[in-house]
């Protein structure tokens, strides 16, 4: 497997390129905790280097928890990394506190100098929901969702963000799901906008990553069959999938719509989830990582990279 260790489950993973190198960056877990559905309140970031997207160097543990009391002292989830005007890389990240049972999701920051030793940013909280977008609501949905940053270049100046997260006053649970947007002229000050997507589909759109290719913008994310809207699930081809699809749009700021046909990535169990599109010299690629194959065991590890062809607009693996 291209990244993977013996004594941690790997899940959600995102990368950064300085010159010939590849940075990894991806969410861990000691075994030791036996069940890896505790993974995720068990996690640190780990980081890995390659040239070749194939063989890793492992790093070791590049970000964690802070200590507590604070908004972040349960989990640094998903997140992504960019270069900034100022030679700093910037790393931003979904935080979530002991206090409030992890349930509350917000977006933190953090800069380094060499993609290993990250700093917060004061205390790293950068932006959280306001009134447009859904507040916990217990036996309505299981969390309050803002996590999985995806930051990058806007192409009318300054940078973007898209999140995963939901919008209230949606009677269907499983119709809520939103990809989330804010905008920054600078990295450090964040103004939070509406959502770019809301289109009734998923319960969740987890880790969206957005980019331009050919003129026409793309946004995956990742979900799972029992999170289809009663809708989706009725015009879906076929036996429901989970894994990773994607929506297209003129423009980043959309209108987005969800791609036709089967997913992009999909399996009844839950093959490889959590995708990226990585964009090499060789041409696009996608990693995900193994989570239970065949409907077998957790598995944990980042799998090989798949090429990615675009044809007539639609994402192709292979």
């Known amino acids: 497997m291209t990244i993977a260790l013996p004594t941690k489950w790997i899940w959600d993973s995102w990368y950064a390129r300085d010159g010939e190198l590849w940075h990894a960056f991806f969410l861990q877990a000691d075994k030791s ?4 559905e505790l993974r995720h309140y068990n996690v640190t970031q780990g980081h890995a280097t390659s040239r070749d997207l194939k063989a890793w160097e492992h790093r070791g543990v590049t970000f964690a928890p802070a200590p507590g009391p604070a908004w972040d002292d349960y989990t640094t989830w998903t997140g992504s990394v960019v ?3 100022d030679q ?5 990240y979904t935080g979530a506190s002991r206090a409030e049972d992890g349930l509350k999701q917000r977006i933190g920051h953090a800069t380094s100098p060499d993609l290993h030793d990250w700093q917060r940013v004061g205390d790293g909280l950068v932006l959280d929901i306001d009134e447009r977008y859904e507040e916990l609501d217990p036996g309505h949905w299981h969390d309050r969702a803002m996590r999985d940053p995806w930051v990058m270049r806007d192409p ?6 898209f999140f995963t997260a939901r919008v209230p006053g949606v009677e269907e649970p499983n119709a809520g799901g939103a ?9 450090y000050d964040w103004t939070l906008q509406a959502p770019v997507y809301a289109g009734g589909t998923f319960g969740q759109m987890e880790v969206p990553q957005v980019f331009e290719a050919g ?6 994310f990742c979900t799972a069959a029992k999170h289809y809207s009663r809708a989706y699930a009725a015009a879906y081809p076929g036996r429901p999938v989970q894994g990773t699809h994607y929506m297209t749009a003129p423009d980043p700021r959309g209108p987005w719509e969800v791609a036709p046909g ?7 169990a839950v093959d490889r989830y959590a995708a990226r599109i990585v964009d090499t010299d060789a041409g696009p690629v996608l990693l995900g990582f193994l989570h239970n194959p065949a409907g077998g065991e ?3 590890e980042i799998a090989d990279p798949v090429p990615v062809t675009i044809d007539d607009g639609r994402l192709r693996l292979g």
Not at 215 to 220: D, F, I, T, V
């Open 83 to 85: 270069k900034g005007d």
């Open 179 to 187: 990809i989330g947007f804010a905008t920054s002229p600078d990295l």
């Open 33 to 36: 905790i036996g069940d890896p």
């Open 298 to 300: 957790f598995v944990g």
């Open 156 to 161: 009318t100046g300054g940078w973007m963000m």
């Open 215 to 220: 003129g026409r913008w793309y946004c995956l």
């Open 262 to 268: 089967p997913f992009l990535d999909g399996d009844p």
């Open 88 to 92: 700093l890389w910037h790393l931003f």
